[in-house]
Each structure stands twice: as structure tokens, then as C-alpha cells.
């Protein structure tokens, strides 16, 4: 069975100061992994999700994310933040079948101050 | 592109009452969809997937009999609260996905909050 574990429920940080949200998988098959942000009272967007190739992916708003096999982690940084990157960040993970479910984690609370 | 809605937003209703929220692909069609459940603070827990025209595939815990599922067409799914419970309360959201475009994305709905009083 997959799982997803997001090690931290909320991290504060201070605006244009660097972040990283962690994110561990487990599984025993090739998976997908991808991270989903969420805006107050919205919903989920998908920020970016590595499928194959080069394991460095990027969103289009500054955020990056590595998937590492042999650490079966996925984690997510940005090298500054801003005020409006404060949001709920979730990560998942699917094994890619013909359902293609997510398995998410828990969630991660950026909160960013100025 | 790729846009989900869903209809109501919000909903309040008494107990014992049935409640339907419809999910719908705006620009693509959405050979299988999911609902979502997620309680405060908590992460999202897949309640059911649906392939176009398929019965639900209902995850373990799940009452099919409590949550109808009905996805007729490409475009709409629809979750029926049948016989609505204060346990019920919670945020619903829907996903769907193109099978033969995307595949491997799964595109949300902004969530339904449902309160039972």
C-alpha cells in the first residue's frame, strides 16, 4: 500500500526567506508524485508533479521539487517566498493505473509574514 | 483549461434530509471522476471514483447506499447525501480527469461545505 507523510503541519517563515516542505512516500511499485496547493476557501490546484525524466521539476510560480528514489522523498522548496504563497500545500502520490488515485498527505500550512 | 465546478458551494440542511451536489468539466471531458472528503485540518480521503456511464468504485468505509454516486455523463457527476447526519458535515470536493488527454492529472473542484443541522 502507498502512504504519504508530510512531517510538518505548519511552517512560518518570514517573506523572501527560503522554504522547503517536506514530503515521503512509500511504495512498493513506480509511482507519480505531485504537489497540490490550496488557497483559503479554495480549491485544489496542482503546482507540479514529477511522472519520469529529470527528477528536478518546477512550477511556473518559482516553486521547484526533487524527487530522490533512493530517500523516497519529494520535497518542495522555493528560494524566496512572498505573502501570497501562504497556503495549505499538499503532496500525493498515485501508482499511475488505470484509476490513477492520489494518496494524499496530510498537509503542510505555509504562513508567511512579513 | 481544465476547470472543475461545483454546485452549491455551500449547503445547510436539516437532518435526515438528502442533499445532491453536482460536479461538472468545464472544458474537457471527464472520463473518470472522484469525490473527496476532508475534515478540518485533515487531508483529503477519497470517498469514491467513477468512470463515465460505470457504477462507482466506493473506497472501504464508504456506504454506497449513504453517498450515490452518478456520473451519466462526461461532463457531470453528481453526490447524493441520502438521509443527512451532523456527522455528515464536511468539505466534499470532486476531481476529474481526461483519460485520453491528461491522464495522469486530476483537476478540483473549488469544494462543496455541507452542514447538517
Known amino acids: 500500500a502507498q502512504s504519504v507523510t508530510q512531517l510538518d503541519s505548519q511552517v512560518p517563515v518570514f517573506e523572501e526567506a527560503p522554504v522547503e516542505l517536506r514530503c515521503n512516500y512509500s511504495?512498493?511499485?513506480?509511482?507519480?508524485l505531485f504537489w497540490y496547493v490550496q488557497y483559503p476557501n479554495q480549491g485544489l490546484q496542482l503546482l507540479l508533479k514529477?511522472?519520469?525524466?529529470?527528477?528536478l521539476v518546477e512550477s511556473i510560480n518559482g516553486f521547484e521539487a526533487e524527487f530522490n528514489k533512493s530517500q523516497t522523498s519529494f520535497h518542495l522548496r522555493k528560494p524566496s517566498v512572498h505573502i501570497s504563497d501562504t497556503a495549505e500545500y499538499f503532496c500525493?502520490?498515485?501508482?499511475?493505473?488505470?484509476?490513477?488515485?492520489?494518496?494524499f498527505g496530510k498537509g503542510t500550512k505555509l504562513s508567511v509574514k512579513p | 483549461g481544465a476547470v472543475v465546478s461545483q454546485h452549491p458551494s455551500w449547503v445547510i440542511c436539516k437532518s435526515g434530509t438528502s442533499v445532491k451536489i453536482e460536479c461538472r468539466s468545464l472544458?474537457?471531458?471527464?472520463?473518470?471522476m472522484f469525490w473527496y472528503r476532508q475534515f478540518p485540518k485533515q487531508s483529503l480521503m477519497l470517498m469514491a471514483t467513477?468512470?463515465?456511464?460505470?457504477?462507482?468504485?466506493?473506497e472501504q468505509g464508504v456506504e454506497k447506499d449513504k453517498f450515490l454516486i452518478n456520473h451519466a455523463s462526461l461532463t457531470l457527476s453528481t453526490l447524493t447525501v441520502t438521509s443527512a447526519h451532523p456527522e455528515d458535515s464536511s468539505f466534499y470536493i470532486c476531481?476529474?480527469?481526461?483519460?485520453?488527454?491528461?491522464?495522469?492529472?486530476?483537476?478540483f473542484g473549488p469544494g462543496t461545505r455541507l452542514t447538517v443541522l
Open positions: 514529477y511522472l519520469s525524466g529529470s527528477t
Open positions: 511504495s512498493s511499485v513506480s509511482v507519480y
Open positions: 472544458d474537457f471531458q471527464a472520463t473518470t
Open positions: 500525493a502520490v498515485s501508482d499511475g493505473g488505470s484509476q490513477g488515485n492520489l494518496i
Open positions: 476531481s476529474a480527469r481526461d483519460h485520453w488527454k491528461d491522464w495522469d492529472t486530476q483537476y
Open positions: 467513477s468512470n463515465e456511464g460505470s457504477k462507482a468504485t466506493y
